[in-house]
């Protein structure tokens, strides 16, 4: 026997059960599998037709192909932005037509793809007034566009509003005041928007990752990733955020009116020249303040004067050549080519890089190290730039062991170049390495192919001193940039 309390609990629970099932909707229908994962109850046909949209013959998409139909029921999935939702995945929530950036002009609501317009209001968008009353002079003044042409010549204004002309319902012709013409994208030959390799926004196509032209109807000779590579700047970004990449190819925002070489450039439009003026000007050469040279879009100040733009003046009891004559020391330039004069001293590149140092910047201890960041190739220390080397080591950067374990055969079969010739006949072979002749200093590569003079110079320096050349190839250090590594995009200077 149950006691009475207990028995009162249970009438209760299932007088609250009863309730809830009386309360589902006559249009809820349980599932047609008795379990999860069990075979469907419903044949394959009639599974069909329930995803299908009424009075769509046999054949035709299911859940109107945003979907896949499971027992009779849509299970909708999104293969573009927004969400897919209804009993037949009908309903697109991003698909209202807009008006001046509003959702149903901002007089309606967005009901399945489809705008229901507030009282007094109508059209596709609910942007045209049930009753008007403007007059015809300023209801067209509010339809011209900014050249003073009503609709753009495109479309028909309506109590201030344009009405574009769509007849073949298309809707290619579109915007505030129908300035936008997608058929401007429709590929002559294929007839397709943007050739099917892009989208078309405004009468403009935006092509996919790897096609270009007007109408994307070009296919690059190199592969997305490759492209993409070659049109990231040193900051990481595409282009600089100043340009276009096109097939690995830089296109920048040139704003120079001249367009022959523009404030914008680099071959990833890494130079913006219009951060050296004081006041932009583009049709005004005032750059850094008149007191230095703009390189890249940093200024590089005179001596005695400094900032950003190098507008401040520097107090120095120094003459001009005075002050470069004690920079320079036995060196070449300046500085030895690595940092900054200022009154007689140098602060070196790249700031608080302590590998460039001495009262000259003479040591570079960069230059201890190979492309791999490896410091004498693990096998010695380096002094103010020169490789000091463990015993049983040698050469430049300590690579070269001085016992060796392979026969002489073995050792000439790893030096041979491509044409067979040892160490392309410019250098000598040791332990399977080539040893590149010291008497041709511009020597160097793997086999001894590559001719270092080939690399850019800049200031009579190869790589500027800022990089090591790489068969014909100036690899730059951080912070700096250019053909020769002679532009400094680091850390700016205090």
């Known amino acids: 026997m149950c006691p009475s309390g207990f028995r009162n609990f249970l009438l209760l629970a299932y007088s609250l059960l009863f309730a809830g099932l009386s309360a589902v909707p006559q249009s809820f229908s349980p599932s047609l599998r008795s379990w999860s ?4 109850r419903l044949s394959r046909a009639e599974s069909e037709r329930r995803c299908r949209a009424p009075g769509q013959p046999p054949g035709s998409p299911l859940c109107h192909g945003r979907g896949r139909c499971d027992c009779g029921v849509c299970i909708c999935h999104v293969t573009e932005p927004g969400t897919y939702f209804g009993p037949l995945c009908e309903c697109h929530e991003w698909v209202c037509e807009t008006y001046d950036g509003s959702t149903c002009a901002g007089h309606g609501k967005c009901d399945c793809g489809k705008c229901k317009c507030d009282e007094g209001w109508s059209g596709d968008a609910c942007q045209y007034p049930t009753h008007c009353d403007l007059t015809e002079k300023i209801s067209n003044q509010m339809c011209k566009n900014s050249q003073d042409v009503i609709c753009s010549n495109a479309g028909t204004c309506h109590c201030g509003r344009c009405k574009c002309d769509n ?48 109408k994307c109807e070009f296919q690059c ?10 049109c990231t700047s040193p900051d990481g970004k595409i282009c600089s955020n100043r340009g276009t990449c096109v097939c690995g190819e830089c296109s920048c925002h040139d704003v120079d009116p001249t367009g022959d070489w523009g404030d914008i450039h680099g071959d990833t439009c890494e130079c913006d020249e219009r951060d050296c003026r004081a006041v932009y000007d583009r049709y005004s050469d005032d750059f850094c303040s008149g007191h230095g040279q703009c390189n890249c879009g940093r200024c590089d100040c005179k001596v005695g004067w400094y900032g950003k733009k190098c507008e401040h003046p520097r107090s120095c009891m120094l003459s001009t050549e005075e002050s470069l004559k004690k920079c320079q020391g036995s060196s070449d330039l300046p500085c030895s080519g690595r940092g900054k004069c200022e009154c007689g001293k140098c602060t070196c590149y790249p700031p608080g890089d302590r590998r460039v140092y001495g009262k000259t910047c003479e040591c570079d201890d960069r230059h201890c190290e190979d492309l791999e960041g490896i410091i004498c190739g693990g096998h010695g220390t380096c002094s103010c730039g020169r490789c000091i080397c463990e015993k049983g080591w040698f050469g430049k950067l300590c ?12 050792s000439k079969s790893l030096c041979e170049s491509a044409d067979g010739i040892l160490c392309s006949g410019k250098g000598s072979c040791h332990c399977g390495r080539c040893i590149c002749s010291a008497e041709e200093w511009y020597i160097s590569g793997e086999f001894c192919d590559c001719d270092d003079r080939d690399c850019d110079k800049h200031d009579g320096l190869i790589c500027t001193g800022n990089g090591i050349c790489s068969c014909g190839n100036c690899e730059c250090w951080d912070g700096w940039n250019g053909n020769a590594c002679e532009i400094w995009l680091g850390t700016e200077y205090s």
């Open 221 to 230: 000779d190199i592969t997305p990733w490759e492209s993409k590579r070659r």
């Open 37 to 40: 994962g069990a075979a469907c």
């Open 399 to 410: 690579q070269h062991p001085r016992k060796c374990n392979m026969t002489e055969e073995q």
């Open 167 to 214: 007849s073949d319902g298309n809707g290619l012709v579109y915007g505030k005041f129908c300035e936008c013409d997608d058929r401007e994208c429709i590929d002559d030959e294929t007839e397709e928007i943007c050739g099917g390799h892009g989208k078309c926004y405004c009468g403009n196509c935006y092509c996919e990752a790897g096609w270009h032209g007007d």
